[in-house]
């Protein structure tokens, strides 16, 4: 069963406008972490933001932030402000504590492209 | 050097030859990995090394072969490849803290094999 799970493949965003990218996960694990990496075209996976699920408020990065939604289990990346150089693929992961402490589960991407 | 480096950045070779793909990480972390990611797939983790030791293999085929000589070497040897194994190679690294270890990426090889 696909436990990580991106359901836009691709959006178009216009610049300076906020853009939000779907991420659900599935787990029964109590004890779990998500993160959002972005891959440009270069192909380095660059990290941006975590979320541990034992933590009270939404995690922020500069101008991204996790909005996290336990019992939906969602954890959706918010782009506030989007610039040209946002343009690349994005990544949500999860790891669970409980499985193979190594492992982090990535989901299919999502493809943002940002109009100038 | 900071972050994460593998060498080289491409490489084309054929089914018979013998090739290494090299990653150092100059985090200070204890644990390394390989990822596998062909196109339109989700990325695969192949090998994890912690401590040097090998603890993960996810059922890779013996013709990719890895060696960890110490913590912030990691080594992908390459051997009679079939053309599906073309594909971005990602090294990455952590530090083994738990459910909020973060790995950090090098920037790949992209790998050719005809």
């Known amino acids: 069963a696909q436990k990580i799970t991106q359901t836009q493949p691709g959006m178009f965003v216009q610049e300076k406008e906020a853009v939000t990218l779907d991420c659900t996960y599935d787990t029964s694990d109590p004890s779990y972490g998500l993160f959002w990496y972005k891959q440009p075209s270069s192909g380095e996976m660059i990290f941006l933001i975590y979320q541990g699920s034992y933590d009270q408020q939404n995690a922020t990065e500069g101008r991204y932030s996790l909005n996290f939604q336990k019992a939906r289990k969602s954890a959706n990346l918010v782009i506030s402000a989007s610039q040209l150089g946002d343009s690349a693929m994005y990544f949500c992961?999860?790891?669970?504590?409980?499985?193979?402490?190594?492992?982090?589960?990535f989901g299919s991407g999502t493809r943002l492209s940002i109009r100038p | 050097e900071t972050g994460v480096t593998q060498t080289p950045r491409h490489l084309v070779m054929g089914m018979t030859n013998k090739k290494s793909l090299k990653c150092e990480q100059h985090l200070g972390h204890n644990a390394m990995y390989w990822y596998k990611q062909s196109a339109k797939k989700p990325l695969e983790l192949m090998f994890v090394y912690n401590f040097k030791e090998q603890t993960e293999n996810n059922s890779v085929p013996s013709r990719f072969s890895p060696e960890c000589p110490n913590s912030s070497h990691l080594f992908l040897h390459l051997h009679t490849l079939q053309p599906e194994d073309s594909a971005l190679y990602l090294c990455?690294?952590?530090?083994?803290?738990?459910?909020?270890?973060?790995?950090?990426f090098g920037p790949g090889t992209r790998l050719l094999v005809l």
């Open positions: 992961a999860m790891r669970e504590v409980y499985s193979s402490a190594s492992k982090i589960i």
């Open positions: 990455a690294s952590s530090q083994k803290t738990g459910s909020g270890e973060t790995q950090y």
